[in-house]
């Protein structure tokens, strides 16, 4: 995943409404809280409370999304923004995206990302899924989860780059200039070449939540896949509209950013009361092999709601360059229609 986007239109766009509404601390950020407790799950909850039954259509209790560690296309493409360009041999530059393996520090960090799983959400989960691309399996695999059955799952692909698969930044910016350009215009929407939008993507993740619904109810669940994947899966969960999509990505700020081997934990449960609500209402994002890039706790989040107004003020914050030539005879029509009672004629 790209981390340098910079959205040139952002300036043009209104303060969007946050789905955030707060953030809560439980008893796992309290540094004096005993390792027993902290490998309490939020799970547990749900056994004290003993719900009545669910629809079968019910969502999971719980959905953890990780991603894969570093891998090799990442290592290249950071190099290459650096103007070192030593990573693209022949023999690299055959492969696939699909079939990249993990670097050493990749492999280091999904040890570092099981191992906290296990101390922090729970060593069990009910079904356990990951991309098919390589460097995601190999993640999975090295998260140790002790009697893990992982079903692998294309759906869960990374967003596919088309043209632009698996060659460096300045051969991206040399060959494909104009579409680079485009990107920055409106990175949300925007497809490479042969390739998919982030929109598209959000599309399959709507595939997604079919099978989680259908077969997953009511379980704890664990995804490994892609930085561009979990975006998606932000924007659907979080219901992020496009702007507050491009507010993230393009905030600068670390805890904003989905790093390799980062953790995204959506959960029903409310993490202290252990009230269960029938949708995905708590999020803790979590990179943990550099901490500080984490949240501070749980955050609480709802879909927005917009009135008249708000919509309106959205829209005139965005300036229109294009307007129709006047037409006496067509506006006169319309004046007429806007009349009180006229609808009713």
Same mark, same amino acid.
């Given at each position: 995943? !790209?981390? !340098?986007? #910079? ?9 969007? @409404? ?10 796992? !950020? ?6 027993? =407790? ?34 090799? $296309?990442?290592?290249?493409?950071? +190099?290459? %923004? =650096? ?8 023999? &690299? %530059? ?10 050493? %520090? ?11 799983? #296990?101390?922090?959400? $729970?060593? =069990? ?9 390589? +460097?995601?399996?190999? *993640? ?8 893990? @059955? ?6 869960? +692909? ?29 990175? &949300? ?43 998606? &899966? ?20 670390? @805890?904003? *950013? ?14 202290? *009361? ?5 949708? &995905? %209402? ?6 943990? /092999? ?7 706790? /749980? ?33 006169? #029509? ?12």
């Amino acid at each position: 995943m !790209d981390t !340098d986007v #910079k959205i040139s239109t952002l300036d043009a766009l209104p303060e969007e @409404k946050k789905t955030e509404k707060k953030i809560i601390h439980d008893e796992e !950020d309290d540094h004096r809280v005993t390792k027993e =407790k902290r490998k309490r799950s939020l799970y547990d909850h749900v056994k004290v409370l003993d719900p009545p039954p669910a629809p079968h259509d019910a969502w999971p209790y719980e959905l953890v999304l990780v991603r894969h560690g570093q891998s090799e $296309g990442n290592e290249a493409q950071s +190099r290459s %923004k =650096k103007g070192d360009l030593s990573a693209y041999t022949p023999e &690299f %530059k055959k492969k696939h995206s699909s079939v990249y393996r993990l670097t050493d %520090k990749g492999i280091a960090q999904a040890k570092v990302a099981g191992s906290w799983i #296990k101390e922090n959400i $729970g060593e =069990k989960f009910d079904r356990y899924y990951t991309s098919e691309y390589v +460097r995601a399996m190999e *993640t999975a695999a090295l998260l140790e989860l002790p009697g893990a @059955k992982w079903y692998t799952e294309i759906v869960l +692909r990374e967003r596919d780059k088309g043209q632009l698969d698996n060659i460096s930044y300045s051969e991206k910016n040399e060959r494909f200039g104009d579409e680079m350009a485009r990107r920055k215009r409106d990175a &949300f929407f925007w497809a490479p070449p042969g390739g998919e939008s982030i929109a598209n993507v959000c599309v399959r993740v709507d595939h997604t939540f079919n099978t989680l619904r259908r077969e997953c109810s009511n379980q704890r669940v664990i995804m490994v896949c892609h930085g561009e994947v979990m975006w998606a &899966f932000r924007v659907r969960l979080e219901r992020l509209s496009q702007i507050r999509y491009h507010q993230l990505v393009s905030s600068g700020n670390p @805890k904003d *950013t989905i790093h390799n081997s980062q953790v995204l934990h959506y959960t029903r449960i409310h993490p202290v *009361t252990g009230e269960i609500f029938p949708y &995905f %209402k708590f999020l803790k994002s979590v990179c943990p /092999w550099r901490p500080e890039y984490s949240s501070e706790g /749980w955050m609480e989040f709802d879909r927005p709601t917009y009135s008249n107004e708000e919509l309106m003020q959205s829209v005139q914050s965005v300036p229109r360059y294009v307007n129709n030539f006047p037409n006496k005879e067509e506006d006169e #029509k319309i004046e007429e229609a806007l009349k009180p009672g006229a609808a009713d004629s």
